[in-house]
């Protein structure tokens, strides 16, 4: 038993082990992503793309639809790329504070911008 593992989702269990990418419970035969890196910081947020990409700071991106700007006849188009993003916890799902050239500063969504 390794104390820095999460204990298991389904029944609670302090007994859990790695396979590999893997976590696992011998109790309920429960297995779950994650690793003991990832248990070592069990409050941080993961934040994805539209295609599954973990998104970190610094990150460059590219928008996958067309985006209407509130109270703006501005669209950002598909394929704009975003460079240097933030990630945040923003408004609503709103969790990616970055500036976009010819439009400004703004947030997106990480569900409308794939990762290049």
């Known amino acids: ?12 269990s302090v ?3 790695e396979m590999g990418a ?4 011998p109790e309920c035969g429960h297995e779950w992503s994650g690793t003991a890196a990832e248990a070592d910081a069990p409050g941080e947020r993961v934040i994805k793309d539209a295609v599954g990409n973990v998104l970190a700071d610094g990150d460059t991106v590219t928008v996958v639809k067309d985006l209407k700007i509130k109270g703006s006849s501005t669209v950002i188009k598909v394929g704009t790329k975003v460079r240097g993003i933030r990630l945040l916890d923003g408004v609503g799902d ?3 504070d970055c500036k976009v050239d010819g439009v400004g500063p703004m947030q997106l969504k990480s569900s409308v911008v794939k990762k290049v």
């Open 15 to 17: 007994h859990t082990y």
């Open 94 to 96: 709103h969790d990616i």
């Open 1 to 12: 038993m390794n104390e820095t593992l999460p204990p298991c989702p389904e029944c609670s």
């Open 22 to 25: 893997l976590l696992g419970c």
